[in-house]
């Protein structure tokens, strides 16, 4: 196998009196925190990335995970040179190309796919960079103009962001900040130590002043042992469990009828839907004692300010964008949004006036229609033949910002689809994934310290620019560039993939922040009122908050939230009996930083957290080596007989690179190809598995 071309990573330090410099930039993953950081630049050399802490959200700190992140950067596996596939697919086995040659036969190659139908080709990203520029600027301006499929990017948070918007109109929510004088916060659905490192400071300091914290998630984290309470319901029962809450504030007249009346929609409706459910009601569905709810919705309906910090773990389940509306209606119930913190924020991306258009240029299709994949059934989309419903056969994919082999649901299936010889696969990488395996072609990216982007949040209200720090290691070169070469080999003349980085890092903001304040300082703060539906001013069609949303019944869908049991129920199946969610290890995010040594030194390997009791019933022991299974696959690993796990729920923490676990598989070979109630998107915590001891034979 071979991934380097000689280079060195590190150049030799001159001679000459060292020069050192300080370079402001963005944390580019997929986390609501968005750090601004500051990079320490010896003679050319990034020597260390820390959190800037001249801006307020970052306050000079950064998670372990990007703290190492010029390890990640001059890591020794660092991908420094074009690869052409030299063996079977999947084998790992590349040789060296010139980028002419690369992109040359690519070019050649899509041509004649596109000459019989470009939709035969699909683009397939997501957010391994969170960049405006490097994600989807160039990127999208190619594959518009080409004609290729279009990809629906559900993967992550879809089912939420839909849930959302039918409710408070936009994905927007509380200024993180004023959770600092919440008096009682609800943690739904995130494990905040690892995945929100900074909102977890504003809660560690309401709790100083006072503040109670409750985490309500079915794994008991890290989170869940610094808060006061701890609410373990069952994978998929959040809307049982808010519907409940509903109820009680009613039954005990805990609502602020007033805020009810002038500023939502559909509260007759919500009313009676919740006096459907009844704390007893509620324990039974969730797995929880009926006292734990009543004291929770006394609790929140008594408490002022009361805040919810809901997140993404909780909405990747059948019934997760009904689960999301039905908590996005308590706010408005007890008038949560009177006061900057009360209220809720599961995403503030809605405040951001990103010019997607101007960087993405669907114009550029010209009144073409191309068909629409979703990227969380990648793995049945590359294994469908041409037919009059699915349109042409999967031809060629180009990856860049994933990595699909795995993250996607049903892996069994996805690396079926990957392993096809008679599919061109071209993927934009920093280092050989799984999926870079099963490439024809890996193109060496550049990382955040090497390239010009820009950056929005999900969990602040704060633009971000990013400048390089340094030049791109060996022969990388920006996803940017990389397009803007494959569109002049295609015949692709239009201006626009003439823009440099700089100019389309203008274009993201243009008129809605100063770009000179972002070039001095590295960020700028958007105008959003310290308590923005104070008086309502919701940014849905009726200015309310909608409890019942019209939009849905359009789409055949019901206009009130409801509790929609998981596809796999616990209960429901005999042969595989438990609930298995697969929340992200610590130390990585999602499949990035598995590589890095110092990162996967504290995580150790894959692991299953299971219940002494499931244990027991099981003969599993800690340490023991154990096969994961349902009628979709298995993979292995070792158990972790542990208080984490709930009864009758495992904790699959991933995600693992295949080839870096036991037998080649990771957590994704169980998880299912179905879809969410909204959103299209997956269900990664709708699963049942059993769990069987692995016997050692000689």
Not at 355 to 361: E, S, T, V
Request: hydrophobic share 40%; aromatic share 8%; with cysteine.
């Amino acid at each position: 196998m071979t991934t380097t071309s000689g280079h060195s990573l590190k150049p030799a330090a001159p001679v000459s009196a060292l020069q050192v410099l300080q370079v402001r930039g963005a944390c580019p993953h997929d986390c609501p925190d968005t750090c601004a950081l500051v990079t320490t630049v010896e003679d050319g050399v990034a020597v260390r990335v820390a959190g800037n802490p001249e801006h307020r959200h970052t306050d000079g700190a950064l998670c372990t995970k990007v703290s190492r992140y010029a390890e990640r950067s001059y890591h020794p596996e660092r991908l420094l040179t074009p690869l052409k596939r030299s063996g079977p697919k999947g084998s790992g086995c590349f040789e060296p190309v010139t980028w002419d040659e690369a992109l040359d036969d690519i070019a050649a190659r899509l041509k004649a796919v596109a000459a019989r139908d470009p939709q035969a080709i699909l683009p397939y990203s997501y957010a391994g960079t969170m960049g405006l520029v490097q994600g989807e600027a160039m990127a999208a301006r190619f594959f518009h103009r080409l004609g290729a499929s279009l990809l629906d990017r559900t993967i992550c948070a879809s089912a939420g962001g839909e849930g959302l918007v039918q409710t408070l109109g936009g994905k927007v929510g509380m200024k993180v900040e004023h959770f600092a004088r919440s008096k009682l916060i609800l943690i739904w659905g995130s494990n905040s130590i690892g995945s929100n490192l900074h909102f977890w400071r504003l809660a560690q300091q309401a709790k100083r002043d006072g503040a109670r914290l409750v985490c309500i998630d079915p794994r008991r984290s890290e989170t869940a042992d610094k808060c006061h309470e701890h609410i373990a319901l069952r994978p998929g029962t959040d809307a049982a469990l808010a519907f409940a809450l509903m109820h009680q504030l009613i039954e005990h007249g805990w609502l602020d009828q007033d805020y009810i009346d002038r500023h939502t929609l559909g509260w007759e409706g919500l009313r009676e839907r919740a006096l459907q459910w009844p704390p007893e009601r509620a324990a039974e569905v969730c797995g929880i004692p009926v006292q734990q709810i009543v004291a929770l919705a006394r609790d929140y309906g008594t408490t002022r300010p009361a805040a919810i910090r809901l997140n993404y773990g909780m909405q990747r389940v059948r019934g997760g964008g009904n689960a999301v509306r039905a908590i996005a209606c308590l706010p408005a119930l007890v008038g949560a949004w009177r006061d900057p913190a009360g209220g809720l924020l599961l995403s503030t991306s809605g405040y951001f006036p990103a010019r997607r258009a101007a960087l993405q240029r669907p114009d550029l299709l010209a009144g073409r229609t191309p068909r629409t994949l979703n990227m969380s059934t990648i793995g049945d989309d590359l294994l469908r033949e041409t037919s009059a419903t699915f349109g042409p056969k999967v031809e060629a994919v180009i990856v860049y910002n994933s990595n699909p082999v795995a993250v996607a649901p049903e892996s069994g299936k996805v690396v079926q689809g990957f392993a096809r010889d008679d599919l061109f696969t071209v993927v934009l990488e920093h280092f050989q994934t799984d999926t870079a395996d099963h490439a024809d072609y890996i193109l060496p990216a550049t990382t955040q310290l090497e390239h010009w982007d820009i950056h929005a949040s999900y969990g602040h209200t704060d633009v971000l620019l990013n400048r390089p720090a340094i030049a791109p290691v060996g022969q990388a070169r920006t996803n940017t560039d990389i397009f803007r070469a494959l569109a002049a080999r295609m015949g692709f003349d239009d201006p626009c993939f003439a823009e440099d980085d700089l100019a389309l890092c203008r274009t993201a903001f243009d008129g809605a922040v100063d770009f000179e304040t972002l070039l001095a300082q590295g960020y700028a703060t958007l105008p959003v009122p310290e308590a923005p539906f104070a008086e309502g001013n919701f940014p849905t069609a009726s200015g309310r908050c909608e409890f019942f949303s019209a939009r849905l019944v359009a789409q055949g869908l019901d206009g009130l939230p409801d509790h929609l049991p998981n596809f796999e129920a616990i209960g429901s199946s005999t042969a595989f009996p438990l609930a298995m969610i697969s929340p992200p290890a610590r130390n990585f995010l999602n499949s990035s930083f598995v590589n890095v040594t110092s990162l996967r030194d504290i995580e150790g390997e894959p692991l299953l957290e299971i219940h002494a009791d499931d244990a027991l019933a099981r003969g599993i022991t800690s340490g023991q080596m154990v096969r994961v299974f349902n009628q979709r696959g298995e993979y292995r690993c070792k158990a972790s007989v542990s208080r984490r796990a709930r009864p009758g729920v495992v904790n699959g923490l991933g995600i693992w690179w295949r080839k870096l676990g036991p037998f080649g598989t990771n957590v994704n070979q169980v998880t299912s190809q179905q879809l969410t109630d909204m959103g299209r998107g997956p269900v990664f915590y709708d699963c049942l598995v059993e769990v069987a001891a692995l016997v050692e034979t000689s």
